[in-house]
């Protein structure tokens, strides 16, 4: 299992209609991915505008070649980058240990 971990930042004020909007995009098209084993979104306390999206994948090209190269990824950034004050930091991570 593969952790994809994006640091989103969005521009002020638009906080209920990203919620929204990524809420959606979950549910409507990374649902449909191949790999997809779930999803988190967390908005920051200290800064609003922030959001970590945790999406679970079987593996890293699951995320990386399947969906970002596939027709998914365009109706997935149709329906939240417009939200986007830059482009999302995205890191991947692999379980070490599970307490």
Do not use: C
């Amino acid at each position: 299992m593969i952790l994809e971990l994006a640091d989103i930042r969005i521009q002020p004020s638009q906080n209920a209609a990203f919620e929204e909007a990524i809420q959606r995009g979950i549910a409507t098209v990374i649902g449909r991915a191949q790999g997809f084993h779930g999803a988190k979104v967390n908005r920051g306390i200290e800064s609003p505008e922030r959001y970590i999206l945790q999406i679970f994948w079987a593996t890293l090209e699951d995320h990386t070649v399947a969906f970002r190269q596939g027709p998914l990824f365009a109706e997935w950034r149709a329906i939240v980058g417009p939200f986007f004050a830059a482009p999302p930091v995205v890191e991947h991570f692999e379980l070490v240990s599970k307490p």
